[in-house]
T-cell receptor
Framework: DSGVTQTPKHLITATGQRVTLRCSPRSGDLSVYWYQQSLDQGLQFLIQYYNGEERAKGNILERFSAQQFPDLHSELNLSSLELGDSALYFC?????????????FGPGTRLTVT | GQSLEQPSEVTAVEGAIVQINCTYQTSGFYGLSWYQQHDGGAPTFLSYNALDGLEETGRFSSFLSRSDSYGYLLLQELQMKDSASYFCAAPSGDSWGKLQFGAGTQVVVTP
Protein backbone atom coordinates (compact mmCIF):
# COMPACT_ATOMS: atom_id res chain seq x y z
CA ASP A 1 0.00 0.00 0.00
CA SER A 2 1.62 3.22 -1.20
CA GLY A 3 -0.56 5.50 0.94
CA VAL A 4 -2.06 7.15 -2.15
CA THR A 5 -5.79 6.66 -2.53
CA GLN A 6 -7.91 6.99 -5.63
CA THR A 7 -11.65 6.86 -6.14
CA PRO A 8 -13.55 5.42 -7.78
CA LYS A 9 -11.84 2.16 -8.61
CA HIS A 10 -13.96 1.55 -11.70
CA LEU A 11 -16.04 3.91 -13.80
CA ILE A 12 -18.24 3.05 -16.76
CA THR A 13 -19.81 5.89 -18.69
CA ALA A 14 -21.03 6.83 -22.14
CA THR A 15 -19.43 8.91 -24.84
CA GLY A 16 -19.97 12.63 -24.43
CA GLN A 17 -20.21 12.44 -20.66
CA ARG A 18 -18.03 14.08 -18.01
CA VAL A 19 -16.37 12.34 -15.06
CA THR A 20 -14.24 13.34 -12.09
CA LEU A 21 -11.47 11.19 -10.69
CA ARG A 22 -10.23 11.86 -7.20
CA CYS A 23 -6.83 11.35 -5.59
CA SER A 24 -5.45 11.82 -2.08
CA PRO A 25 -1.64 11.89 -1.86
CA ARG A 26 0.49 10.30 0.85
CA SER A 27 0.54 12.22 4.08
CA GLY A 28 3.08 15.02 3.76
CA ASP A 29 3.49 14.84 -0.02
CA LEU A 30 2.88 18.14 -1.77
CA SER A 31 3.22 16.99 -5.39
CA VAL A 32 0.50 15.11 -7.23
CA TYR A 33 0.93 13.67 -10.71
CA TRP A 34 -1.66 12.23 -13.07
CA TYR A 35 -0.94 9.52 -15.63
CA GLN A 36 -2.94 7.73 -18.27
CA GLN A 37 -2.12 4.13 -19.12
CA SER A 38 -3.58 2.48 -22.17
CA LEU A 39 -2.47 -0.60 -24.09
CA ASP A 40 -1.30 1.29 -27.15
CA GLN A 41 0.17 4.38 -25.45
CA GLY A 42 1.81 3.00 -22.35
CA LEU A 43 2.14 5.16 -19.24
CA GLN A 44 1.71 8.79 -20.23
CA PHE A 45 2.30 11.75 -17.94
CA LEU A 46 -0.60 14.18 -17.95
CA ILE A 47 0.01 16.89 -15.36
CA GLN A 48 1.71 17.74 -12.06
CA TYR A 49 0.55 19.96 -9.22
CA TYR A 50 2.66 21.12 -6.33
CA ASN A 51 0.98 22.63 -3.29
CA GLY A 52 -2.00 23.76 -5.31
CA GLU A 53 -0.17 25.10 -8.34
CA GLU A 54 0.35 23.54 -11.73
CA ARG A 55 4.04 22.70 -12.18
CA ALA A 56 4.40 20.53 -15.27
CA LYS A 57 2.19 19.57 -18.16
CA GLY A 58 2.38 16.60 -20.50
CA ASN A 59 0.20 15.63 -23.43
CA ILE A 60 -3.03 16.44 -21.64
CA LEU A 61 -6.02 17.00 -23.89
CA GLU A 62 -7.95 20.27 -23.68
CA ARG A 63 -11.00 18.23 -22.68
CA PHE A 64 -9.12 17.20 -19.54
CA SER A 65 -8.42 19.45 -16.59
CA ALA A 66 -7.12 19.01 -13.08
CA GLN A 67 -6.74 20.90 -9.86
CA GLN A 68 -5.23 20.46 -6.43
CA PHE A 69 -7.14 21.71 -3.43
CA PRO A 70 -5.85 23.31 -0.21
CA ASP A 71 -6.07 19.95 1.58
CA LEU A 72 -3.78 18.64 -1.21
CA HIS A 73 -6.22 16.19 -2.72
CA SER A 74 -6.51 16.44 -6.48
CA GLU A 75 -9.20 15.88 -9.04
CA LEU A 76 -8.90 15.06 -12.72
CA ASN A 77 -11.89 16.10 -14.81
CA LEU A 78 -12.49 14.41 -18.14
CA SER A 79 -15.21 15.84 -20.37
CA SER A 80 -16.78 15.10 -23.76
CA LEU A 81 -15.55 11.57 -23.31
CA GLU A 82 -14.57 9.51 -26.32
CA LEU A 83 -14.07 5.76 -26.70
CA GLY A 84 -10.32 6.35 -26.87
CA ASP A 85 -10.31 7.81 -23.36
CA SER A 86 -10.89 4.34 -21.94
CA ALA A 87 -7.79 3.65 -19.88
CA LEU A 88 -6.32 3.26 -16.42
CA TYR A 89 -5.76 6.62 -14.77
CA PHE A 90 -3.13 6.73 -12.05
CA CYS A 91 -2.37 9.38 -9.54
CA UNK A 92 1.06 9.51 -7.91
CA UNK A 93 2.58 11.68 -5.22
CA UNK A 94 5.98 12.72 -3.97
CA UNK A 95 7.34 15.23 -1.48
CA UNK A 96 9.40 16.99 -4.17
CA UNK A 97 8.55 19.98 -6.32
CA UNK A 98 11.27 19.49 -8.92
CA UNK A 99 12.94 16.32 -10.09
CA UNK A 100 10.89 13.45 -8.81
CA UNK A 101 12.36 10.14 -9.78
CA UNK A 102 10.61 8.35 -6.91
CA UNK A 103 6.86 8.59 -7.09
CA UNK A 104 4.22 6.68 -5.15
CA PHE A 105 1.31 5.49 -7.24
CA GLY A 106 -2.28 4.97 -6.21
CA PRO A 107 -4.25 1.87 -7.24
CA GLY A 108 -5.73 3.64 -10.28
CA THR A 109 -9.17 4.27 -11.70
CA ARG A 110 -10.23 2.11 -14.62
CA LEU A 111 -12.37 4.19 -16.95
CA THR A 112 -14.48 2.49 -19.57
CA VAL A 113 -16.26 4.68 -22.10
CA THR A 114 -19.03 2.91 -24.04
CA GLY B 1 12.48 15.44 -26.92
CA GLN B 2 13.16 12.30 -24.99
CA SER B 3 12.75 8.59 -25.67
CA LEU B 4 13.50 5.45 -23.70
CA GLU B 5 13.82 2.10 -25.44
CA GLN B 6 13.54 -1.27 -23.74
CA PRO B 7 12.74 -4.80 -24.94
CA SER B 8 9.07 -5.75 -24.96
CA GLU B 9 9.37 -9.16 -23.31
CA VAL B 10 11.84 -11.42 -21.56
CA THR B 11 11.20 -15.00 -20.45
CA ALA B 12 13.31 -16.87 -17.90
CA VAL B 13 13.04 -19.76 -15.46
CA GLU B 14 12.85 -19.54 -11.70
CA GLY B 15 16.24 -18.99 -10.12
CA ALA B 16 17.75 -17.47 -13.24
CA ILE B 17 19.10 -13.95 -13.81
CA VAL B 18 17.45 -11.47 -16.14
CA GLN B 19 18.86 -8.19 -17.43
CA ILE B 20 16.48 -5.55 -18.80
CA ASN B 21 18.24 -2.93 -20.88
CA CYS B 22 17.13 0.64 -21.36
CA THR B 23 18.67 3.08 -23.81
CA TYR B 24 17.67 6.69 -23.74
CA GLN B 25 17.90 9.83 -25.82
CA THR B 26 17.29 13.04 -23.99
CA SER B 27 18.12 16.71 -24.26
CA GLY B 28 18.82 16.90 -20.53
CA PHE B 29 19.46 13.96 -18.25
CA TYR B 30 18.79 13.76 -14.54
CA GLY B 31 19.02 10.04 -13.91
CA LEU B 32 17.16 6.79 -14.56
CA SER B 33 14.45 5.22 -12.43
CA TRP B 34 12.98 1.73 -12.54
CA TYR B 35 9.42 0.74 -11.70
CA GLN B 36 7.67 -2.61 -11.41
CA GLN B 37 4.03 -3.12 -12.29
CA HIS B 38 2.07 -6.33 -11.78
CA ASP B 39 -0.95 -7.00 -13.96
CA GLY B 40 -3.78 -4.72 -12.92
CA GLY B 41 -1.64 -3.10 -10.24
CA ALA B 42 0.06 0.21 -9.69
CA PRO B 43 3.66 0.96 -10.68
CA THR B 44 6.02 0.58 -7.72
CA PHE B 45 9.36 2.37 -7.46
CA LEU B 46 12.37 0.02 -7.48
CA SER B 47 15.52 2.10 -7.87
CA TYR B 48 17.15 5.26 -9.15
CA ASN B 49 20.59 5.94 -10.63
CA ALA B 50 21.76 9.53 -10.83
CA LEU B 51 25.42 8.65 -11.32
CA ASP B 52 27.29 5.97 -13.25
CA GLY B 53 27.63 2.62 -11.61
CA LEU B 54 25.70 -0.13 -9.93
CA GLU B 55 23.06 0.27 -7.21
CA GLU B 56 22.09 -2.89 -5.38
CA THR B 57 18.86 -3.46 -3.50
CA GLY B 58 18.44 -7.06 -2.46
CA ARG B 59 17.89 -9.30 -5.47
CA PHE B 60 17.51 -6.30 -7.79
CA SER B 61 20.35 -4.12 -9.05
CA SER B 62 20.35 -1.19 -11.42
CA PHE B 63 23.21 0.14 -13.50
CA LEU B 64 23.79 3.38 -15.38
CA SER B 65 26.35 4.50 -17.94
CA ARG B 66 25.77 8.13 -18.83
CA SER B 67 28.45 8.09 -21.53
CA ASP B 68 26.62 5.25 -23.31
CA SER B 69 23.09 6.63 -22.57
CA TYR B 70 22.30 3.19 -21.24
CA GLY B 71 21.11 1.52 -18.12
CA TYR B 72 19.86 -1.86 -17.03
CA LEU B 73 17.89 -3.55 -14.30
CA LEU B 74 19.21 -6.89 -13.11
CA LEU B 75 16.85 -9.35 -11.49
CA GLN B 76 18.62 -12.18 -9.70
CA GLU B 77 17.35 -15.44 -8.21
CA LEU B 78 14.13 -15.00 -10.13
CA GLN B 79 10.92 -15.91 -8.37
CA MET B 80 7.45 -16.45 -9.78
CA LYS B 81 6.29 -13.25 -8.11
CA ASP B 82 8.79 -11.30 -10.24
CA SER B 83 6.55 -11.87 -13.27
CA ALA B 84 5.53 -8.30 -14.03
CA SER B 85 6.22 -5.37 -16.31
CA TYR B 86 9.31 -3.31 -15.64
CA PHE B 87 9.62 0.29 -16.78
CA CYS B 88 12.61 2.54 -17.02
CA ALA B 89 11.78 6.21 -16.53
CA ALA B 90 13.59 9.52 -16.62
CA PRO B 91 12.69 13.06 -15.63
CA SER B 92 12.13 15.08 -18.78
CA GLY B 93 14.81 17.55 -19.74
CA ASP B 94 12.23 20.26 -20.33
CA SER B 95 10.29 19.80 -17.12
CA TRP B 96 11.69 18.21 -14.02
CA GLY B 97 8.31 17.24 -12.67
CA LYS B 98 7.53 15.25 -15.79
CA LEU B 99 8.58 11.62 -15.60
CA GLN B 100 8.76 9.91 -18.96
CA PHE B 101 8.40 6.13 -19.06
CA GLY B 102 9.66 3.53 -21.49
CA ALA B 103 7.10 1.18 -23.03
CA GLY B 104 7.86 -1.49 -20.45
CA THR B 105 9.37 -4.98 -20.49
CA GLN B 106 7.12 -7.89 -19.64
CA VAL B 107 9.10 -10.42 -17.60
CA VAL B 108 7.64 -13.92 -17.63
CA VAL B 109 9.05 -16.33 -15.07
CA THR B 110 8.43 -20.01 -15.73
CA PRO B 111 8.80 -22.92 -13.30
Amino acid sequence: DSGVTQTPKHLITATGQRVTLRCSPRSGDLSVYWYQQSLDQGLQFLIQYYNGEERAKGNILERFSAQQFPDLHSELNLSSLELGDSALYFCASSPREGISYEQYFGPGTRLTVT
Amino acid sequence: GQSLEQPSEVTAVEGAIVQINCTYQTSGFYGLSWYQQHDGGAPTFLSYNALDGLEETGRFSSFLSRSDSYGYLLLQELQMKDSASYFCAAPSGDSWGKLQFGAGTQVVVTP
